[in-house]
């Protein structure tokens, strides 16, 4: 059964690091989310793909923050110069564009701490 | 805004009864609308739907329900298993959006003996 996978499972940094997270979607999914997800709190969502293309940005998503999907396959969530406030659950979820109702299948999520 | 709301942060149940999580919605935009099932430290994963257009979806032990003009949708599992101990997540999907769903707040069930 390969699923959305992610990687790395859970990171611990120190403030002003660098961190980059990676997503494999499933195969045949052509749609791919990233969303973050702290204590206490459902899901939000920060941008998404359609192929290679970024077609949305949350206004959570700072100057800090890119993602990329070069190939429309993996795609990387990146986090420059992490603070605190980043520390949360980044999960990564795809889909399958087939018209109106497509369910988003998440991943397994990667903890970031920052300390 | 919370556009989601899920009022109720837990739930208890016995097992063998039904169980039944509530979610409140404000956006009349909202088209599609799923439950999301979470156990710790793993990513959601998805449970059941149902469009706009339509006001029940049953799948095994889990029934979604649509009140449209309440704005208003209900999780039932019958029986409920101590398995289904987990925090449920309601979420929808705005129709000017291609995916991005809306998450709610989440409801923990605890399934006791």
């Known amino acids: 059964d390969t699923g959305v996978s992610q990687d790395p499972r859970h990171k611990i940094t120190k403030r002003g690091q660098n961190v980059t997270f990676r997503c494999d979607p499933i195969s045949e999914h052509n749609r791919l989310y990233w969303y973050r997800q702290t204590l206490g709190q459902g899901p939000e969502f920060l941008t998404y793909f359609q192929n290679e293309a970024q077609l949305e940005k949350s206004r959570l998503l700072s100057d800090r923050f890119s993602a990329e999907r070069p190939k429309g396959s993996f795609s990387t969530l990146e986090i420059q110069r992490t603070e605190q406030g980043d520390s949360a659950m980044y999960l990564c979820?795809?889909?399958?564009?087939?018209?109106?109702?497509?369910?988003?299948?998440f991943g397994e999520g990667s903890w970031l701490t920052v300390v | 805004d919370q556009q989601v709301k899920q009022n109720s942060p837990s739930l208890s149940v016995q097992e063998g009864r039904i169980s039944i999580l509530n979610c409140d919605y404000t956006?009349?935009?909202?088209?599609?609308f799923l439950w999301y099932k979470k156990y710790p430290a793993e990513g959601p994963t998805f449970l059941i739907s149902i469009s706009s257009i339509k006001d029940k979806n049953e799948d095994g032990r889990f029934t979604v329900f649509l009140n449209k003009s309440a704005k208003h949708l209900s999780l039932h599992i019958v029986p409920s298993q101590p398995g289904d101990s987990a925090v449920y997540f309601c979420a929808a999907k705005d129709t000017g959006t291609a995916s991005k769903l809306t998450f709610g707040t989440g409801t923990r069930l605890q399934v006791t003996l």
């Open positions: 956006n009349s935009m909202f088209d599609y």
């Open positions: 979820a795809s889909s399958l564009q087939q018209g109106f109702g497509n369910t988003i299948y």
